[in-house]
């Protein structure tokens, strides 16, 4: 079956290696500390996120038709767009005006991992055991 929030989470933790690489190796002497630890952030929600990505694809193959995990899906893939990639456009090239978005990206998270608690709590038991079953 093709997940196409798998293959988004696999690319962002790709993503987030390679960046994560470029930050330790080239930019450690180019970057200010502060700016470093921006772009450092950057990498680690990203990452952090790639990986909720890959569990909301997984929590998909049970409920493939759920509004609230199809929902998460898109919300964390914005988020991971909107955060990480604002915290970028500011480390690496000084664009102050990108801070005013990492809150909405960070605000995309929030609801994506509440919307994930929310399908958990709706989502019915598949328990092996029916406790209706007759006896």
Known sequence: MKST?????????????????????????????????VYHTAVDYQMWHALGLIAIAQLRVHAPDSALLIWA??????GIVLFSGSLYGLSLRELKWLGMITPIGGVCFLIA??????????????????????R
């Open 113 to 134: 991992w509440l919307l994930i608690a929310l399908f958990t709590i709706k989502k019915p038991s598949t328990g092996r055991y029916n406790t209706n079953a007759r």
């Open 5 to 37: 929030l798998l293959g988004l989470g696999a690319l962002c933790a790709f993503f987030a290696v390679a960046m994560g690489a470029f930050g330790a190796h080239a930019l450690k002497g180019v970057l200010s500390p502060e700016m470093l630890a």
């Open 73 to 78: 899906g898109v919300l964390m893939f914005l």
